[in-house]
């Protein structure tokens, strides 16, 4: 289970959510703003820590176990940054239960009355009992409240949905959001002429370019107590109405933190479509820091914003429904697909444990679709990065390559020789060129055949190269990143054999310490070579005997497209325009085929 902060099961205590939400939720006497701004000196701001949980040097779960996943090679990192007037924390002191600070994340929202943060659901709920509560836009680490930049704004009012359980595995979930009301700060000025503010805003699309903010509260992750803000692109969250998105380093603390599109980064403006929370307090059942929900913003939330924005009780709530709709797929076709001539899979899409998929069509047109849930439709969005009749027309191979940035890269060989890597592919293009070969290169212009991209060396990154060329040799370049192509390891000896190899990809089929190569011969015999190293060819499995369907596998590629991390699936193109995805794929064979375009 996913504690985004770690108070809140030591707060709520006793609490159902009806007494919580069947009104405005406020301490009864609150202090005055000067008593809460004598109360929150600098140390006791820096002390604000999970009432549950000590510091940590390492990130932390509830339980005290370290956490010891990792996130999927490409998952981006966020950028920890000064902030935003209209992005702040919260901080409270729940004296009855303990007396410990601590703090989630906000978005000031327009409203007439200008004093509205948005929030999460689990925030507010440990805020109900608080005797001290205020708002800090653009929290700095170390300074009073007298000296907060924009000041403090206490919170004299919570609105929160009354059918909503503190991190459950419910459909409830989807009702994790909430609003604080703020008084006027020293001044006597409304929050929001202060800060300016986001537009809180329904979607109905789950497909979505967002920048998501968060402050994680712990020294061990964040020693400056900084917001951090990460660019990716959002799924949905499977069997729920939430938003998923990856990027490394949302520790507690981040929850409530807003889910911006259009988000202008000089002024911190745009429109709020979520928050973090939903499911397990913001994350999944592993706690994986990379790994992040946020209600999708419907009718529900809409009454509530409206509740909020009035400044009006929130009256009981019906059963909650969630949503029957689900987002429409891509829908694939033979006389489209008939044309892809070229597919590689990675991350690129913000590093979620579903890859993507990089298309290079006939014309030269390259398209990125972004990996989903649904291995019936296992594609969600689609990106074009390069417009037909580009320069892509002159490609002749593709392959995914990791060289330890955000996002996977790509290394493509051209028609006239040469060779050149991207170490960052995404929606916006392909990123920061490098040329491994120069044009009119005899070796890769007249002599390569085929190429693929992998972790062929222990322990490190997945920028090897294995090449077979026309006269049945096949070498392994090693490294990329550092080596460029200057590091060549024979792996077979001119042959006859090798020139009959049809298709050629990457994937880890077997759980060994490097990458598997599976081979689509001419004759249509498909083989498996586990655990590929610089050393040797490692013995064949045979997944497919020769005179198979497969000899009309046109296009060939691996990639973990459906329910685990592995690049243990299968996609094939094949030459009547078909398309097929093989999930599972292991020593023992290619198992269950999946078609993904219609008749």
């Known amino acids: 289970m996913r504690f985004r902060h770690g108070w809140l099961s030591v707060v709520v205590l006793g609490l159902s959510a009806g007494t919580l939400g069947a009104g405005p939720a406020s301490a009864a006497s609150g202090p005055s703003l000067r ?6 000196t600098a140390d006791r701001m820096v002390d604000a820590v999970p009432a549950e949980a000590a510091p940590h040097a390492v990130p932390y779960t509830l339980d005290g176990k370290t956490a010891v996943r990792t996130p999927p090679a490409g998952t981006p990192d966020p950028e920890h940054f000064a902030g935003h007037p209209t992005v702040g924390t919260f901080f409270f002191d729940s004296r009855p239960l303990g007396g410990r600070s601590t703090f989630c994340t906000g978005g000031v929202v327009h409203t007439a009355a200008k004093d509205i943060v948005l929030t999460a659901g689990h925030c507010a709920l440990g805020m109900v009992k608080a005797t001290h509560r205020i708002f800090v836009p653009k929290y700095v680490s170390g300074k009073p409240a007298t000296a907060q930049p924009y000041g403090v704004f206490p919170v004299t009012r919570l609105y929160i949905d009354p059918r909503y359980e503190a991190n459950t595995k419910k459909p409830v979930s989807d009702l994790d959001l909430a609003f604080a009301q703020a008084g006027p700060d020293g001044r006597g000025r409304k929050m929001e002429d202060v800060t300016g503010a986001l537009t809180f805003t329904p979607s109905t699309g789950y497909t979505r370019k967002v ?3 968060g402050y994680p ?8 107590h900084a917001p951090i803000r990460c660019p990716v692109v959002t799924t949905r969250l499977a069997g729920f109405a939430q938003l998923s998105m990856a990027c490394t380093g949302f520790y507690g603390g981040v929850s409530g933190g807003p889910w911006i599109e259009n988000y202008d980064p000089a002024h911190g403006t745009g429109k709020v479509i979520g928050i973090t929370g939903g499911y397990n307090g913001g994350g999944n059942d592993t706690d994986d820091h990379w790994v992040s929900y946020a209600p999708l913003f419907g009718k529900d939330a809409k009454a509530l914003f409206d509740d909020a924005a009035a400044h009006r009780a929130v009256s009981p709530r019906p059963p909650y429904q969630p949503p029957t709709s689900t987002p429409q797929p891509l829908v694939f076709t033979r006389a489209t697909w008939k044309h892809a001539v070229g597919m590689t899979a990675g991350y690129y899409t913000g590093g979620s444990r579903h890859m993507d998929l990089i298309v290079r069509w006939d014309d030269g047109e390259v398209t990125l679709y972004q990996g989903g849930n649904d291995p019936a439709h296992p594609f969600v969005a689609e990106s074009r990065l390069a417009a037909s009749k580009s320069i892509w027309t002159k490609a002749v191979s593709m392959t995914t390559v990791n060289t330890g940035g955000t ?16 170490p960052g592919v995404d929606t916006k293009g392909f990123h920061d060129e490098r040329q491994l070969a120069p044009p009119g290169t005899a070796l890769w212009r007249d002599n390569a055949r085929l190429m693929t991209g ?19 040799h096949v070498s392994l370049f090693t490294a990329l990143t550092a080596n460029g192509l200057r590091k060549q390891t024979p792996i077979t000896p001119t042959n006859t054999v090798w020139p009959h190899a049809g298709q050629l990809t990457t994937g880890s089929f077997t759980g060994g310490p490097t990458d598997d190569v599976l081979v689509r011969w001419s004759d249509g015999e498909t083989t498996l070579y586990p655990a590929l190293t610089a050393g040797s060819l490692p013995p064949e499995t045979q997944l497919r005997p020769a005179n198979s369907p497969w000899k009309d596998a046109a296009v060939v590629t691996a990639g973990a497209f459906t329910a685990d991390t592995s690049a243990d699936d299968v996609l094939v193109r094949w030459s009547d325009g078909r398309l097929s ?3 599972d794929v292991d020593g023992n064979g290619l198992h269950t085929e999946t078609p993904l375009t219609a008749k």
């Open 454 to 472: 992998g972790r062929f060396t222990p322990d490190g990154n997945r920028d090897d190269l294995l090449v077979t060329f026309k006269d049945g």
């Open 581 to 583: 995805l093989f999930t």
């Open 217 to 224: 509260s712990a020294d061990s992750v964040n020693p400056q």
């Open 35 to 40: 008593e809460e701004e004598r109360y929150w």
């Open 211 to 213: 920048t998501v903010l």
């Open 407 to 422: 996002t996977d890269g790509l290394a493509v060989r051209w028609t006239d020789g040469e060779m050149t890597l991207y």
